[in-house]
C-alpha cells in the first residue's frame, strides 16, 4: 500500500506543480493593472507591488510611455515545499501618458515609491508649457454688443 500512496502522492504533486507553473505564467503574461489619477500640478501612476523590494522594480520611460517591471523572487521557508506556485515572477505594465506628462532627461521631479502596503507609486509632473484657456459664453443674439466689440 506505501508503493501506491507514495505513486498517488507523486502524481498530485505532479498536477500542483504544472498547473501552478502555468497559473504563474499566464499572470506574467496579462500587463500589470495600474491607477492614472490627476492633480493640478502631477500624475501619479499606481501599481500594485506586493511582496516587492525596490531592487526587484525597474521602472523607465520611453518617449511618452511609463514602463515598469518587477521580478519577484519567492522565499524559502525551512521545513516547507512549494506545492502551488501560482505566482507570476516577472510581471510588466506600461502606461502611455497624457501629452502634458513631463518625462524629459533634465527632468529631475519624476520619482518612484514603494510603499509598505505593497503599491509602486509613480509621481510625474505635469510641464509648465500648458496653458489654460478661459472659456467665455456667446452673448445672446438679441443682446446689443459692447462699444468695444464693434
Do not use: W
Not at 4 to 16: D, K, P
Not at 57 to 80: C, H
Not at 116 to 126: H, Y
Amino acid at each position: 500500500m506505501t508503493g501506491v500512496t507514495e505513486y498517488g502522492r507523486s502524481a498530485v504533486n505532479a498536477v500542483l506543480s504544472r498547473v501552478g507553473r502555468g497559473m504563474g505564467h499566464v499572470q506574467e503574461r496579462k500587463p500589470l493593472p495600474y491607477d492614472l489619477l490627476e492633480s493640478e500640478e502631477e500624475y501619479l501612476i499606481v501599481f500594485d507591488a506586493p511582496g516587492v523590494k525596490t531592487e526587484d522594480i525597474q521602472v523607465k520611460f520611453v518617449e511618452t510611455t511609463l514602463e515598469v517591471r518587477i521580478d519577484r523572487f519567492r522565499d524559502f521557508y525551512d521545513g516547507f515545499e512549494m506545492r502551488f506556485p501560482g505566482r507570476g515572477l516577472s510581471l510588466t505594465g506600461s502606461v502611455e501618458l497624457p501629452e502634458d506628462a513631463s518625462v524629459t532627461k533634465t527632468d529631475a521631479n519624476a520619482a518612484a515609491t514603494l510603499t509598505r502596503s505593497g503599491t509602486l507609486q509613480v509621481k510625474i509632473p505635469k510641464t509648465m508649457n500648458t496653458k489654460t484657456v478661459a472659456v467665455e459664453e456667446e452673448p445672446d443674439e438679441d443682446e446689443e454688443p459692447d462699444e468695444d466689440e464693434e
